[in-house]
RNA sequence: GCACAGGUGGCCGAGCGGUUAAUGGCAGCAGACUGUAAAUCUGCCGCUCCUUGCGAGCUACGGAGGUUCGAAUCCUCCCCUGUGCACCA
């Protein structure tokens, strides 16, 4: 009755690009009992919806999830609404600000609207935590946390060092890893998915079901995806991040602009090639007998045209070769309005102020900086760095092609 | 509650009465070089105005006052963080 695959073969596509598994022989007994009694698994993975948009970071898990879909088990994509009136302590360093009930909705329905790009929208369990989070009773509260002790609290690393370096810890933040594991027990995981710096409140999971009398489940980590600098992980508030609803063009520039160390990971984590081909194709480069910039150019194109559509793909491909490679300026430059009185100079002919310019294009942060940029000769009209500060035009609705460093806009003063 | 140590620009961190828009480092932006790579090197890196000048003005060192010709630097009060001690007779 079973329409599973044979377990080693699903363990080979679910190990790949896993980082670690906790523990692979009883992944392999579950699936083996999943196969035998036609039960798919239950596999979990929560997101926070603390920021509105994705990046590929995120992705990288939910692949692993779409694994688990297309080995035919149960996705369960968690909303946690209600962890993230906490906020997840990993990796900072500081205590989060709540968000308010408000942001978190908008929030979330935003990362629907971007998991089922990748994600099969009919075959996953979409659930929140409230659902059963904001439930609990104060009394129930106490009776879960007494599951667990103030020294195994601060073994976890962010506390440990928080607490060291005489850190503010708030009481509230030790009770995230907790309910990350009560989510566990009230879905009955057999898997939960998270990144290796979600070891702990992983873990933690596996502690309460014990306590519950479930089977702890199986954890599998994935690696943290870095960001285009190469060196700190993928995220937006460390401007290295790459978001899933970026446009086409923005995105495959920046793939292109990633090292090509990184773009070997990039490739194991963010498209379906197996790891096999990926060993061929970096023994090519090795050799010589493909330039690292051809392979870089065909990763940028398929996540691109994951989120965007084959066809998107291949016009930021070719956009991207004609602003860079042949340095000419880009079919589709935004065209921007602006009012002539908005940017006029001194004297009586007809003049812009580039500084003032620059900032109605929204190219340049402040008029201060838009100076600088000027001095520094790092602006181009129509080609040729601008001379000066001053511009004369000639008649009144003017064109301009302003360029600064990568981005340029073609404004049109009237 | 008491004592001690802290709170400096996006972050980390110097400065401890005046040539200080405030040393360094990180991040960021631009230029050179390139494969828009990465790495490296160089410049910039609070805001506004214009007569674009080694120009003028404004704002900034937790908050509010004060001392002083002059304060991030001294004083007072307050807020916040950490540590220790206490309180609970």
């Given amino acids: 009755m079973s329409t599973f695959l044979p ?20 992944l392999r007994e579950r699936l083996e009992e999943s196969r035998k009694t036609g039960r798919p698994l239950r596999v979990k993975a929560g997101f926070d919806p603390t920021a509105p948009d ?15 879909q297309q080995l035919g088990h149960t996705v369960i994509f968690l909303v946690g609404d209600f962890t993230s ?24 329905e935003t990362y629907k609207e971007q998991v089922f790009k990748i ?20 009394e129930q509260t106490i009776r879960l946390t007494a599951h667990f002790t103030v020294s195994q609290m601060l073994e976890r690393d962010e506390f440990h060092k928080r607490f060291q370096a005489e850190q503010p810890i708030s009481l509230h933040e030790m009770l995230y890893p907790v309910m990350q594991g009560y989510d566990s027990v009230c879905l009955e995981c057999d898997v939960e998915l998270g990144g290796t710096d979600q070891r702990f409140n992983l873990g933690c999971g596996r502690e309460l079901q014990r306590q519950y009398g479930q089977k702890p489940q199986i954890v599998l980590m994935t690696p943290i995806l870095e960001g285009t600098d190469g060196v700190q992980k993928m995220s937006k508030s460390l401007n290295n991040a790459i978001g899933i609803n970026e446009p086409p063009a923005e995105m495959y ?16 984590l963010l498209t379906d090639k197996k790891q096999s081909e990926i060993d061929a194709l970096q023994t090519s ?9 051809r392979l870089k150019k065909n990763l940028a194109e398929s996540i691109t045209a994951d989120f965007h559509g084959a066809e998107a793909a291949l016009a930021a491909s070719q956009n991207w070769a004609r602003m860079f490679q042949q340095k000419a300026e880009s079919e589709d430059l935004d065209e921007v309005h602006i009012a002539y009185a908005d940017v006029a100079g001194p004297g009586e002919g007809l003049a812009v102020r580039l ?21 520094e000769k790092a602006v181009k009209l129509d080609g040729e760095t601008a001379p000066g500060n001053v511009v004369n035009v000639d008649a009144l609705p003017a064109r301009l092609v302003v360029r600064l460093g990568k981005r340029a806009k073609v404004a049109v003063v009237e």
Avoid at 54 to 68: D, I, P, S
Avoid at 253 to 268: A, N, P, R, T
Avoid at 285 to 293: C, D, Q, Y
């Fill in 54 to 68: 994705l990046h590929l970071g995120h992705t990288v898990l939910m692949r692993k999830l779409r694994h688990f």
């Fill in 355 to 375: 500084p003032k310019l620059l900032l109605a294009l929204g190219l340049a942060a402040s008029g201060a900086e838009a100076n600088r940029k000027i001095a």
């Fill in 119 to 138: 994600l099969d929208e009919k075959a996953t369990e979409v659930r929140y935590n409230s659902e059963w989070l904001g439930r609990l009773d104060y």
């Fill in 253 to 268: 520039g920046k793939l292109m602009s990633i090292s090509d160390e990184l773009m070997w990971k990039y490739f194991v």
């Fill in 285 to 293: 480069v090795k050799t010589g007998s493909v330039h690292p910039m």
């Fill in 7 to 26: 377990v080693d073969e699903q363990l080979d596509l679910l190990q790949k690009g896993a980082a670690e598994i906790i523990r692979v022989a009883d």
């Fill in 85 to 108: 009136l906490i906020g997840d302590p990993t990796g900072r360093n500081v205590t989060r600000k709540p968000l308010t009930r408000e942001e978190i909705d908008r929030n979330a």
